[in-house]
Nanobody
Framework: QVQLVESGGGLVQAGGSLRLSCSFF????????MGWFRQAPGKEREFVGG????????HYTNSVKGRFTVSRDNAKNTVDLQMDRLKPDDTAVYYC?????????????????????WGQGTQVTVSS
């Protein structure tokens, strides 16, 4: 079983930065693509960005391109989400998720149903 633990959320002013981190426990980290998702109050959970198992390929939703960066450290079993130039619309609970790479030749995906394991989430609040 995989356990994911997010950290780094908090309150920040618009235009500021936050870095979220997700620690992976339980299985072989580099067998999983990793994704970050978010869910704002009253809205569906949505894909933010992700990185493939090797760290060589990333994918982002359009609204965060150029502002957010996903990276992973396979030696430390961690995946980070660097968030810059934050906007009030970025306010949400942020989740990391793991998608086993062994059952597909595709890379990182934005599809929620592809992810096998989820963290508990961390709150990010951006004030205007």
């Amino acid at each position: 079983q995989v356990q994911l633990v997010e950290s780094g959320g908090g309150l920040v002013q618009a235009g500021g930065s936050l870095r979220l981190s997700c620690s992976f426990f339980g299985r072989t980290f580099n067998m999983y693509h990793m994704g970050w998702f978010r869910q704002a109050p009253g809205k569906e959970r949505e894909f933010v960005g992700g990185v493939d198992w090797s760290g060589s390929s990333t994918h982002y939703t359009n609204s965060v391109k150029g502002r957010f960066t996903v990276s992973r450290d396979n030696a430390k079993n961690t995946v980070d989400l660097q968030m810059d130039r934050l906007k009030p619309d970025d306010t949400a609970v942020y989740y990391c998720a793991a998608d086993w790479a062994g059952d597909t030749t595709a890379g990182v995906t934005g599809s929620l149903s592809a992810y096998d394991f989820w963290g508990q989430g961390t709150q990010v609040t951006v004030s205007s």
